[in-house]
């Protein structure tokens, strides 16, 4: 990957009233940063490229950024509206895609989204919800300038990329304690808290995993479609994302199934210990019932008894018990039930 996978801070200092950044770009260096009412100036001149970085902005950026780029309403109002999943739509000339982030917070997964609007000669970024800032993609592309020069279906392709990239850091944490759980179901009883946790990762990866899977089709289609802004030399790029998307997505898999494991072993783990119990307290009933018997035997109010009057009675009987007693306690430990 272009792009480093390290995580930032989830939120870069914002300008003003949700601008993070907005530069203009020609034969990739930047030429100057722009107010948002410049951009259309800037974005029609050839070779220039407007990157404008928005982070949660109200209606009324929303609306200026539309005017100066003439985006479709549908477009705009979904971007105001963070409860997208991830897809891909033309509107004329225009792309508007919409990509799911996550970050790791408190033990949980928190999701965001990232919406783009990408025409000739500009790219616009806006971000809702758990996102890590895209200063880090703006400052690599800057210092690289030949590859930036390539217009802005490359930055859309740094972005995607980044976004992708800020996965892994989420799944390397989870699988640590997925690994540290596993070992610990193997060796010892799961508690109820612990049941709960391997809940709540199961069903946080499932779903990082719904989340993330559309962003195939959408790399797809800007590998394929033929989209009238995306350069064919940049199509293998994005197919390079769709191959990290899917090694994700196998990634989440296999961590779920460990999970899977890891209950179902708890489980097999409890039972075990439960039929040893089991076991024990069966066999020690078994040898009480002996003297038990005895007692019950002796203990009825018949007159004829002859034992009752014989002079070694009490101790045969006192022997047989214990004879009796060893021999069930013998036959248990060798079965291992003792």
């Not at 995580?7 to 950044?21: F, L």
């Not at 949660?56 to 997208?84: C, G, K, T, W, Y």
């Amino acid at each position: 990957m272009n792009v480093a996978s390290s995580a930032v801070s989830a939120t870069a200092p914002v300008t003003s009233e949700g601008v993070v950044a907005a530069s203009v770009y020609a034969d990739g260096r930047r030429i100057t940063n722009i107010a948002i009412e410049e951009a259309s100036s800037w974005c029609n001149k050839p070779g220039h490229v407007v990157w404008i970085g928005l982070h949660e902005p109200d209606m009324a950026l929303l609306s200026s950024v539309q005017r100066q780029f003439h985006l479709h309403d549908l477009a705009i109002e979904d971007a105001n509206n963070a409860h997208q999943r991830p897809k891909i739509e033309q509107y004329g000339d225009a792309l508007f895609i919409v990509a799911r982030t996550a970050q790791l917070i408190d033990g949980r997964i928190a999701f965001g989204e990232t919406h783009l609007f990408v025409g000739e000669g500009y790219i616009v970024s806006v971000r809702h919800g758990a996102s890590t800032s895209y200063a880090p993609v703006r400052e690599r592309c800057e210092s690289c300038p030949r590859a930036l020069a390539r217009g802005e279906d490359y930055i859309l392709y740094a972005i995607l990329d980044f976004i992708v990239d800020n996965y892994s850091p989420v799944l390397e944490t989870i699988y640590e304690e997925v690994e540290a759980i596993e070992e610990y179901v193997l060796a010892n009883t799961i508690t109820q808290q612990q049941i709960q946790r391997l809940y709540l990762l199961r069903r946080d990866l499932l779903r990082l995993r719904n989340a993330i899977g559309p962003l195939v089709e959408v790399c797809r289609r800007l590998e394929h479609d033929n989209l009238t802004m995306i350069r064919t030399t940049m199509q293998p790029l994005f197919r390079d994302v769709t191959d990290h998307v899917r090694t994700i997505q196998e990634r989440i898999d296999s961590m779920r199934e460990v999970l899977a494991f890891a209950f179902e072993a708890s489980l097999l783990v409890g039972q075990a210990q439960e039929t040893a119990v089991s076991k024990k307290l069966a066999s020690w009933l078994a040898i009480i019932a002996v003297p038990t018997a005895f007692a019950g035997i002796y203990g009825m109010n018949f007159e004829h008894m002859p034992e009752l009057k014989w002079k070694y009675g009490y101790y045969v009987a006192l022997g047989a018990i214990a004879a009796v007693c060893l021999s069930l306690f013998y036959r248990f430990r060798r079965a291992g039930w003792l």
